[in-house]
């Protein structure tokens, strides 16, 4: 497992790459500032044109030991195909051009404006990197709770990944491990496509307002196709049933102990990639607090490019302002 750093090419890495005008390097930093796993994230293009077939190998074959002149049965794997599809999220941005003009800084001025728009989108797009399910909104793309969404005991099962923490009401939050690289968990982007994001500057327009009158605007238009696909389920887990209002109780649930136990179960198969913890504010704060005490030896303070993070066991605790309070229970 990966504790420090990151050695793959990230999403904002990709970003940084494809384009270095003035307002292309603004949009990064503005998707960075507002999504912590733009940071963290893998980004792979579709292998199906906006969809993406993935074989997951659930079973090892059978091998065993023979004497001279005996033979061996033949044995294979157990594979599953699964296909992920990446969604469409499309926004425009304008602004008065008069208005815009006046400005000593016309380029900046309207990236300033845009930034409602694209931390909207992050938004979205980190919400259901999360929370997403086609069954719901066909439109968009399966998240990483419709798939960890059982618990079992089972330790080949991708339940086994998924750790009670007790809670029973709609109060419940989720801590997430989630190990990035291509053979683990990996967003993706249509075939052929910039990465996904694309921004257009559609310069001088005619608009018109509520009375129907015409003025002239600066438009931008901003689209991102993005889908998330988990290659191999095991080097990923969830602490779900975290009781948000029971935190700092005698009968919360022992977060630091089900955190050993979810980095334990993914440690394993997790080596290959580049494994981040994902909470929001609220447990954020709280394993803050925890770390401060001495006796909570794998909770650390430390540095993660080159800014004050908590870590457990090494690995970077970093907030997901999307994940959310109120989650019903995971059974």
């Known amino acids: 497992m ?3 750093g990151n050695t793959y090419l990230t999403l904002k890495d990709k970003f940084a790459q494809r384009e270095n005008g003035k307002i292309a390097s603004a949009i990064i930093e503005v998707l960075s500032q507002t999504n912590s796993l733009i940071e963290d994230a893998v980004v792979r293009e579709c292998n199906e044109g ?33 296909t992920d599809s990446t969604g469409m999220l499309e926004t425009y941005s304008q602004v008065d051009k008069a208005l815009a003009d006046l400005e000593g800084d016309c380029e900046q001025f309207r990236m300033n404006e845009a930034q409602a ?9 980190q919400e ?30 991708i339940g086994y990944r998924v750790l009670d923490a007790g809670g029973t009401a709609n109060t419940n939050t989720s801590i997430w491990f989630i190990t990035w690289g291509d053979l683990h968990t990996h967003l993706l982007y249509p075939k052929g496509s910039n990465l996904g994001f694309d921004h257009v500057d559609k310069g001088a327009q005619t608009a018109t307002d509520a009375d129907g009158k015409m003025y002239e605007v600066y438009r931008d238009h901003y689209k991102w196709d993005i889908g998330l696909t988990v290659r191999d389920f095991r080097s990923t887990a969830r602490i779900a049933n975290i009781d948000v209002t029971k935190l700092g109780t ?3 649930a022992n977060l630091i102990e089900l955190m050993i136990k979810a980095y334990h179960r993914i440690k394993r198969f997790a080596k290959t990639g ?11 704060t709280f394993l803050h607090f925890q770390a401060i005490e001495k006796q909570n030896v794998n909770l650390t303070m430390s540095e993660f490019a080159g800014r004050p993070i908590v870590s457990f066991l090494g690995v970077p605790i970093k907030c997901a302002d999307q994940i959310r309070n109120n989650e019903s229970k995971v059974g």
Do not use: W
């Not at 981040?276 to 504010?281: A, K, M, S, W």
């Open 274 to 284: 580049n494994t981040v913890i994902y909470c929001n504010e609220t447990i954020e």
């Open 117 to 125: 728009f694209l931390e909207s989108m992050n938004n979205t797009v």
């Open 2 to 4: 990966t504790l420090k």
């Open 50 to 82: 906006s969809t993406h077939k993935t074989t997951v190998r659930n079973g090892l074959p059978e091998v065993e030991f023979r004497k001279f002149y005996q033979g061996v049965n033949a044995s294979k794997g157990e594979y599953t195909q699964i």
């Open 128 to 157: 259901n990197i999360f929370y997403g399910s086609k069954a719901t909104n066909p439109a968009g793309f399966d998240g990483l709770a419709v798939r960890y969404n059982k618990v079992s005991t089972d330790k080949n099962s």
């Open 250 to 252: 005698s009968s919360a």
